[in-house]
């Protein structure tokens, strides 16, 4: 582990489906404490890319550096255990389980673990009715707020957020962001998004994805008001 | 014609409602029910959390009743008391449980896990090629004891503890003590998982596996290494399932024991759902006290061989008409 090194770093990532070549060298760097976000029409590969950090679809060339380690090749639990928490698309929860199993099984083994589920009800109060009710019951937004939670549980400092506002109410998607906004001052968080708007509200910095690589970079203070990058990559 | 059959139907109800009656079917339940859940549990728990439909599970059961009869008959001599055989008797169980375990945990390292990535007809293809190689070992193995691979080992039944051949009275019905032992050991085994999948770490581990292995991994839970655990323990318990149909006379240690008992277990799971324990409980119910009520059926009124078989298949067809995914199935389980 370098001190100065990257909080994440990927360096020329090539990640296919089968044959699809879908990530064609792929580089970005987050710094630690950084908010960055990740964005990009639909199917330009950055799900994909989280995917990779994560070795869920391992890299088949180029690396993936955590903290200045390469992790490329690493079983997914050990990359998560690094400290990796994943928010997915979808949310993904465990729905049989209920809201507090959801959050005790992202809990470290050697944590303790009552604890940590108290934190992580104290962080998302409108949770603590809920604790035992199956998490598949939920609302969307309830259960996006268990995502967030369970990645945080784990006491992970680099949160990877894949689509929190899709398929939520607006007024849901307020309560998401302001959740996102509150634990941004305290984690690293690589966002991936296609609220453009939300996206660069919550994040220091952008990478613009497209056909699989990165084709633009820079502050989100900066790219809010550039119409004309939003309607050339963005823009349906 | 009509009238006939009304006159038989009554006959049947009456008889079935004498209090000896129902006390005896729902022993016989109870007892066929604990052994089914035990053989089911296994291969229930392996699907629900590996997708790996386990066709040498029956083989495992063939196996861990030879194997719980051979340690009985290496260690209990003639004129043992009947102490020092209740405790060889419950190491024997034991040791069962401890073997398979290991076989079930070798097979899924060594075997299984190189093809999870592969299409599950892999999976089935490698099980079901286990079942042949498995039962024919223990073809030639019994066959080179100088025993009849189709007929029950006697010499092995003759070391059975006192308790479990002796009779007993229950709710004014006479009962074999292994039957009673049966539903005891029945009832530790669902308890026993049932504690383990709700109040530990592994348990939450398996449950959350189960749903979702993919994200199971991004939260740091090394699900590989449940797999193998629940491949071993599905296999012990098949195993002690095994070790208590040695004994039990409607059983009894045979080869194609291996097969009897995995299409009980496939039974069971399907008709309470693929990869869900709490199904397995209640369809092993459902299927002991079909299974009792048609053997009584047969037994006094209705001379018709197959019955009990029939009857339980016909619930499964029923059940998989109304539900296809089983009583407590979910649409999709397991994966890798």
């Known amino acids: ?236 | 014609m009509i009238d006939l059959l009304t006159l038989a139907f009554v006959d049947v109800l009456i008889d079935l409602l004498q209090p000896g009656t129902i006390a005896r079917i729902v022993l016989d339940a109870l007892s066929k029910s604990a052994l089914y859940v035990m053989i089911a549990s296994g291969l229930s728990l392996i699907f629900g959390l590996m997708g790996v439909l386990n066709f040498a599970h029956g083989s495992l059961t063939m196996i861990g009743a030879y194997l719980g009869g051979a340690v009985m008959v290496v260690t209990v001599s003639a004129g043992m008391n009947g102490p020092a055989r209740f405790v060889l008797f419950f190491l024997a169980i034991a040791a069962t449980f401890g073997a398979l375990t290991l076989l079930g945990s070798a097979v899924e390292v060594t075997l299984i896990r190189p093809i999870y990535d592969r299409e599950p007809l892999f999976q089935i293809l490698l099980t079901f090629g286990l079942v042949l190689v498995l039962d024919e070992l223990a073809r030639i193995v019994v066959e080179l004891n100088g025993l009849q691979p189709r007929s029950k080992w006697q010499a092995a039944i003759g070391t059975a503890p006192v308790f479990l051949s002796n009779w007993y009275t229950v709710a004014g019905v006479s009962t074999r003590g292994l039957y009673l032992f049966e539903v005891l050991l029945g009832a530790l085994v669902v308890a026993g998982i049932w504690a383990f999948l709700t109040r530990t770490r592994y348990g939450l581990y398996i449950r959350a596996g189960s749903e979702d292995p993919e994200m199971t991994r991004a939260l740091g839970v090394d699900v590989r290494k449940a797999f193998t655990v629940v491949f071993g323990v599905g296999a012990g318990l098949a195993g002690v399932a095994g070790a208590v149909l040695m004994w039990d006379p409607r059983f009894g240690a045979t080869v194609p024991l291996s097969v009897e008992t995995l299409l009980v277990a496939f039974v069971v799971v399907i008709i309470g759902g693929l990869g869900s324990f709490r199904g397995t409980v209640v369809a092993a119910g459902i299927v002991g006290l079909t299974d009792a009520l048609m053997t009584w059926l047969f037994q006094n009124h209705v001379a018709f061989p197959g019955l009990p078989e029939m009857v339980t298949f016909l619930v499964l067809v029923g059940v998989l008409i109304v539900r296809p995914q089983g009583l407590f199935g979910v649409a999709e389980v397991g994966g890798h």
């Open chain 1, 1 to 236: 582990m370098s001190a100065d090194a990257p909080a994440l770093e990927l360096d020329g990532v090539h990640s296919y489906y089968g044959e699809s070549h879908v990530l064609r060298g792929v580089d970005l760097a987050v710094e630690r404490g950084e908010n960055v976000a990740l964005v990009g029409r639909n199917g330009v590969g950055k799900t994909t890319t989280l995917r990779s950090i994560l070795g869920l679809t391992p890299p088949r060339e180029g690396s993936v550096r955590l903290d200045g380690v390469d992790v490329t090749g690493e079983e997914t639990h050990d990359i998560a255990r690094r400290g990796v928490g994943w928010v997915p698309e979808e949310r993904r929860m465990f729905g049989h389980l209920s809201v507090e199993e959801n959050l005790r099984v992202a809990t470290r083994p050697d944590a303790d673990t009552a604890a940590k589920v108290e934190e992580a009800l104290d962080a998302f109060p409108a949770l603590r009715d809920h604790r035992d009710r199956d998490a598949g019951d939920l609302s969307g937004g309830q259960q996006q707020m268990v995502a967030i939670a369970r990645a945080l549980v784990g006491d992970n400092d680099l949160l990877l957020v894949d689509e929190p506002s899709e398929g939520l109410a607006p007024q849901i998607v307020a309560e998401v962001v302001d959740a996102l906004g509150t634990l941004a001052d305290d984690v690293t968080l690589l966002l991936v998004e296609q609220n453009f708007p939300m996206a660069m509200d919550l994040t220091d910095r952008f990478y613009l994805l497209d056909h699989g690589e990165v084709v633009e970079s820079g502050d989100s203070d900066a790219v809010s008001q550039d119409d004309e990058m939003i309607r050339r990559y963005l823009s349906a």
